[in-house]
């Protein structure tokens, strides 16, 4: 008979099994895991998510304004996008999925100009 990993009790049943319960297995799991550092994928993904649901939240409409630092204090990173779309004058739209954003200076004031992705940007 063997020990359970994780409760070091004995466990009872088939020869190979290795822990005594499907508590123990996960929690045992569970705890190698959180051991384990951050992969690049996953901090870059987190980051995704972040920026998306932030854009989201700002951009009720499928256009509008909000100013750099609100979006920064948030957790919002412009170095983490999914794509980006020009325009024909130009402008450079950096897009986290579905939402894109650009900045712009009104007034002495950084701002991001958010926008929802349209059919007609597929085009260009």
């Known amino acids: 008979m063997s020990n359970c990993p994780y409760c070091h009790e004995t466990i009872y049943g088939r020869s190979d099994k290795k822990f005594c319960s499907p508590y123990c297995k996960?929690?045992?799991?569970?705890?190698?895991?959180?051991?384990?550092?951050?992969?690049l994928f996953t901090s870059i993904d987190r980051q995704l998510k972040t920026n998306r649901r932030l854009?989201?939240?700002?951009?009720?409409?499928?256009?509008?304004?909000?100013r750099k630092e609100v979006l920064l204090s948030e957790g919002f990173n412009p170095r983490y996008f999914t794509h980006y779309w020009k325009t024909q004058k130009g402008s450079?739209?950096?897009?986290?999925?579905?939402?894109?954003?650009?900045?712009?200076?009104?007034?002495?004031?950084?701002?991001?100009?958010l926008v929802t992705?349209?059919?007609?940007?597929?085009?260009?």
């Open 92 to 113: 450079l739209y950096l897009f986290c999925y579905e939402y894109g954003f650009m900045e712009v200076k009104e007034s002495n004031a950084s701002k991001y100009v």
């Open 26 to 39: 996960s929690a045992y799991h569970y705890q190698q895991n959180k051991n384990k550092s951050e992969s």
């Open 117 to 124: 992705w349209q059919d007609y940007m597929k085009s260009q």
């Open 55 to 66: 854009l989201k939240t700002y951009n009720k409409a499928g256009k509008s304004t909000v």
